[in-house]
């Protein structure tokens, strides 16, 4: 909707959570021609032709662990289109995982945790700034695809480029990392996170629009959504963003500056029209954020239901029998946990003995093993629920899957070198 009906010059698509390069590696280990968002063929061939005839350029993390590849299957759907003339820039260099096994050594003075996962890591990438994304777009890009980089930076990046912005005034970069701040998560902006009725009502939640910055050269923006789109865009929708990841105001660290969201102010200037202001920033850091990711052994789950007359009685004994079949085989000290879904799965606390007593519920048997096989003794003991425990039980489900965690650190600038590939169709 947003290159159908935006009236935009920078379509960003910002894909990446924490884990997802750890996972995205873990395909590309498997084939060297993925690795990238599973879903950027899906997006590109939706927005390609619109964004080509509009003139809007678009910028993506979707590279995740393979910009490169990422950017080759964007040529293909672009000239498989008619898409000609297009140019395709992949940004790498975020990838440092060689330097932090090269300088482990170093790092675990800071970082001594380092020494007992350094055989099971994964991956280790920097959140390069804006800079390599500026130069893709000054050398005429028309598509950017990265790795990581910070949130706010796929943003900040085509407000540099279109306004010439030198990169160490602090308060501009301040500024335009607010703008990215506020963008980088979509619908939370235009309410999809607001809703909760009958408190907070947001129109026409499934046909939610995402939010456009209207930005000028001095850094004054203003939010609004796509016409005929539903959702909200208001202060408190704003306000409700502005919060979010946020753990000091005054001191939001990003690779471009250190921005100051302490004195930001919002006021509504129409519907679905908010004006921001009151962003400052100061000098970038030293060093850059990097999250290593390991893996951490294996999590096992089962879920089973039970309903009706007497169902919390059942769910609670169902728990009891699988919790002592996992402890007598020796998985006491795997961090086991056992729940009932609806009534204690989030606030433990709760009371399982309030009236009225529940007629459906889902028990949850979850747990962590150093092995895959010990981990499926957990959703093995649930199924076996079915003819060794309580009446009336249904709809068993189990999984196993790995753990991947992550030790966030911080290494010197100039040990990431971002480079920049451009592809032409």
């Known amino acids: ?184 998560c979509a619908g939370q902006l235009t309410g999809g996170y607001f809703a909760d009725p009958p408190f907070c009502n947001v129109p026409e939640v499934a046909d939610l629009g995402f939010p456009i910055a209207e930005v000028t050269a001095d850094g004054s923006a203003t939010f609004t959504k796509a016409p005929r789109t539903g959702g909200l865009l208001n202060v408190a929708t704003c306000t409700q963003q502005l919060l979010y990841e946020v753990h000091d105001p005054h001191q939001y660290v990003t690779p471009d500056a250190v921005a100051d969201f302490s004195a930001v102010q919002f006021s509504q200037v129409g519907p679905d029209r908010v004006r921001a202001a009151g962003a400052a920033g100061a000098q970038r850091p030293d060093r850059l954020k990097v999250v290593v990711a390991y893996l951490d052994g294996y999590i096992g789950e089962g879920q089973l239901s039970y309903a009706g007359p007497n169902a919390l009685a059942r769910a609670q004994l169902a728990l009891e029998i699988v919790l002592q079949r996992l402890k007598r085989a020796g998985l006491s000290d795997h961090e086991l946990r056992g729940e009932l879904i609806g009534v204690n799965s989030v606030i433990q606390t709760a009371d399982v003995t309030s009236s009225p007593a529940p007629q459906e519920l889902r028990i949850r048997i979850a747990g962590r093993a150093c092995n895959q096989r010990d981990a499926a003794r957990i959703g093995d003991e649930v199924e076996a629920l079915y003819t060794n425990g309580p009446a009336g039980g249904g709809g068993a489900t189990k999984s196993v899957r790995e753990v991947i965690a992550l030790l966030p650190m911080l290494i010197p600038r100039d040990s990431a070198s971002p480079r920049i590939t451009i592809q032409e169709t």
């Open 1 to 184: 909707m947003l290159a159908e009906r935006g009236n935009i010059d920078f379509l960003v698509f910002e894909c990446l959570a924490e884990r997802t390069i750890a996972l995205a590696q873990l395909e590309k280990l498997k084939d060297p021609a993925r690795g990238f968002d599973p879903r950027l063929e899906e997006r590109m061939e939706a927005v390609l032709v619109t964004c080509r005839q509009r003139a809007i350029r678009i910028v993506t993390n979707s590279g995740a662990a393979n910009p490169h590849a990422g950017a080759g299957v964007i040529a293909g759907i672009a000239r498989s289109r008619g898409l000609r003339g297009m140019k395709i820039a992949a940004v790498t260099g975020d990838d440092v995982l060689e330097h932090v096994r090269e300088n482990a050594g170093d790092y675990k003075r800071e970082y001594p945790e380092l020494a007992t996962i350094e055989d099971r890591i994964i991956s280790a990438n920097a959140y390069l700034g804006a800079a390599p994304i500026v130069q893709a777009l000054d050398r005429g890009a028309d598509i950017v695809i990265t790795g990581r980089v910070a949130d706010p930076a796929l943003f900040l990046a085509p407000l540099v480029h279109a306004f010439r912005w030198p990169m160490d005034d602090w308060p501009l970069m301040g500024k335009g990392t607010l703008v990215g701040h506020l963008l980088e």
